[in-house]
């Protein structure tokens, strides 16, 4: 094995300071990547005559988006754990083995995302609406975005490379720029601006893959320029079956994870229209609200892990309980000031998209209702984090199916049967969240504690 003795601030700089270094940037590039979501809803919300309609459709296709994020992301996870952890050992044969098996996976998704999207938009969406406006507006949408999704296919895997050696403010300055285009593109493409034709829903989500590509390039451009660290040729590209298996024994999790949210808004779509069309409205617009919360979250646990992954790989015990403490006290902070945001703030962020009165009136009810989960899912987040780094991917496994899935989907349901009952009591479904989260972080706890007693840290 060649082994290169090398100095790293991820080794060497106190933990606290190097997780704001890091987790900051990865927190405003995991906004951005929210931020996405939302500019698009806050557009499209207000077309003349049909903007809930075509809010409803976005709804409609973001689970298969959330799909597409979570395959990439949870690569690039695999990719981020075992690059920092080949490089704290000071193997760099491996970690240029390891990026060129990920942007081989990366060719795989993309062709994996063509061919959902020419062959099986229609289907998918024909199994949660009988509306035929809404169905074409989303048939159209989510077809542009899956066969153009090339950008946020490797943005994914070139942003974790990038942020595995320390160099997250890169990854941010692309972020921030895909971002900035597709504000820009947004109204433009939408509404027919500056002689352009009004496309629409169509022109959201051309605004969106455009302002992908755009991120994905600079990633590419600052990974190949500044990370000198990897080696880079097409060599590295051919497939290694070890290589692979051990990107994704890290980021299979991570996938779950980010794949459950997709299953779990799918799910809700289906229970909640039983109840009223404006239940699915107004959850896919909270949703996406909220995620400006828990995706800072998530950019802190994307510090967290390449964190603790470097010196468990260095044997440093001391540094690795301190990148646990720290992780989960600063993402507890943010999950916090999340809470007092949403219970401050609900009427206002709610007046932004053009909601009709009852839509409007259950967004506000799921943003202070469900905000209350904030704390725990904070905890759920920080702990996969940490888990995903020592290698306890079934623990971090857990933890996704039980706050996604398992506590969600059957206790959702049986709260709709109460509001399908009485739209007073809708509210109920609300709470299905916060006891969600809970209970999946007990779990988490108890699973930390026999971590931390197994490898003695």
């Not at 496309?199 to 994905?216: N, P």
């Not at 510090?303 to 015990?317: E, R, Y």
């Not at 916090?336 to 401050?344: D, F, R, S, T």
Request: a positive charge.
């Amino acid at each position: 094995m060649e082994k290169e003795k090398t100095v790293n601030k991820m080794g060497t700089m106190p933990v606290n300071k190097l997780m704001l270094s890091i987790g900051i940037p990865m927190i405003i590039s995991m906004v951005l990547q929210a931020f996405y979501n939302i500019v698009d809803s806050a557009f499209v919300s207000n077309m003349a005559g049909n903007g809930e309609a075509a809010l409803n459709a976005l709804t409609l296709s973001f689970p298969v988006q959330m799909l597409m994020v979570a395959v990439g992301i949870g690569t690039g996870v695999g990719t981020n754990a075992l690059l920092s952890k080949s490089l704290g050992m000071g193997n760099k044969k491996k970690a240029a083995k390891v990026a060129g098996n990920a942007v081989f996976l990366g060719i795989v998704i993309y062709a994996l995302c063509l061919l959902f999207g020419i062959f099986g938009v229609k289907a998918y969406i024909g199994t949660q609406t009988a509306n035929a406006e809404i169905f074409d507006m989303a048939v159209s949408y989510l077809r542009i975005c899956c066969i153009i999704s090339m950008g946020i296919v490797f943005f994914s895997i070139f942003e974790k490379m990038l942020q595995a050696t320390g160099l997250s403010m890169y990854s941010t300055i692309a972020q921030v720029t895909g971002a900035v285009l597709n504000i820009i593109l947004d109204p433009i493409l939408i509404y027919g601006l500056l002689g352009l034709p009004e496309m629409g829903v169509r022109g959201a989500a051309y605004a969106t893959v455009i302002g992908q590509i755009a991120s994905a390039l600079l990633a590419f451009i600052f990974h190949i320029k500044f990370n000198k660290e990897v080696k880079n040729g097409v060599k590295y590209m051919k497939p290694s079956l070890k290589i692979i298996g051990e990107i994704y024994a890290i980021g299979f999790p991570a996938i779950i994870a980010q794949a459950l949210m997709s299953v779990m808004t799918y799910a809700l779509n289906i229970i909640l229209v039983r109840i009223d069309e404006a239940m699915v409205t107004a959850y896919g617009l909270y949703y996406k609200l909220q995620q400006f919360i828990l995706f800072a979250a998530f950019g802190l646990r994307d510090a967290i892990t390449p964190i603790v992954s470097f010196n468990h790989g260095m044997g440093d015990k001391k540094r690795v309980r301190d990148g646990i403490k720290y992780g989960i006290l600063y993402t507890l902070i943010i999950m916090v000031i999340g809470l007092i945001a949403m219970e401050c703030f609900a009427n206002p962020i709610s007046n932004i998209f053009g909601l009709s009165g009852e839509s409007q009136q259950i967004c506000i009810s799921a943003m202070r209702i469900i905000s209350w989960s904030f704390v725990f899912a904070g905890l759920n987040i920080a702990f996969q984090g940490v888990f995903q780094a020592l290698e306890s991917g079934i623990a971090s496994l857990v933890i996704s199916v039980c706050r996604q899935f398992l506590f969600v989907i059957p206790v959702a349901w049986g709260f709709s049967l109460l509001a399908m009952s009485s739209m007073d009591y809708s509210w109920t479904v609300w709470l299905t969240f916060p006891i969600a989260e809970f209970v999946s972080a007990a779990i988490a706890c108890v699973f930390m504690l026999n971590i931390k007693k197994k490898q003695q840290l």
